[in-house]
């Protein structure tokens, strides 16, 4: 069982950056960075694989950048150059899986509470 605890959440003008930190409780092969808005399903928005690739959704890609420190079992997002469509409630998710970064919910067996971001026009 590993336990994900979000932080980094807040309010930010359009144009703003914010950093999402996760801590985990132990170590995930695979790690991702999910949003949610209220009626509407899920989305992935980075995910890294067990080697250290990544991937991002394509609404994200040139602006947000996830990364990891293994040691310390800390997933981080860097959003840069928000946008009010970036609002949402933004969760850590972990997987004991090899392989390539998965932006499929489904791919995820750990979960955090989650930590709102909140971006203004």
């Known amino acids: 069982q590993v336990q994900l605890v979000e932080s980094g959440g807040g309010s930010v003008q359009s144009g703003g950056s914010l950093r999402l930190s996760c801590a985990a409780s132990?170590?995930?092969?695979?790690m991702g960075w999910f949003r949610q808005v209220p009626g509407k399903e899920r989305e992935g928005v980075a995910a890294?694989?067990?080697?250290?690739?990544?991937a991002y959704a394509d609404s994200v890609k040139g602006r947000f950048t996830i990364s990891r420190d293994k040691i310390n079992y800390m997933l981080y997002l860097q959003m840069n150059s928000l946008k009010p469509e970036d609002t949402a409630m933004y969760y850590c998710?972990?997987?004991?899986?090899?392989?390539?970064?998965?932006?499929?919910?489904?791919?995820?067996?750990?979960w955090g509470q989650g930590t709102q971001v909140t971006v203004s026009s």
């Open positions: 998710a972990g997987a004991m899986r090899l392989g390539a970064p998965v932006l499929l919910p489904a791919a995820y067996n750990y």
């Open positions: 132990a170590y995930a092969y695979s």
């Open positions: 890294i694989g067990s080697l250290g690739n990544t």
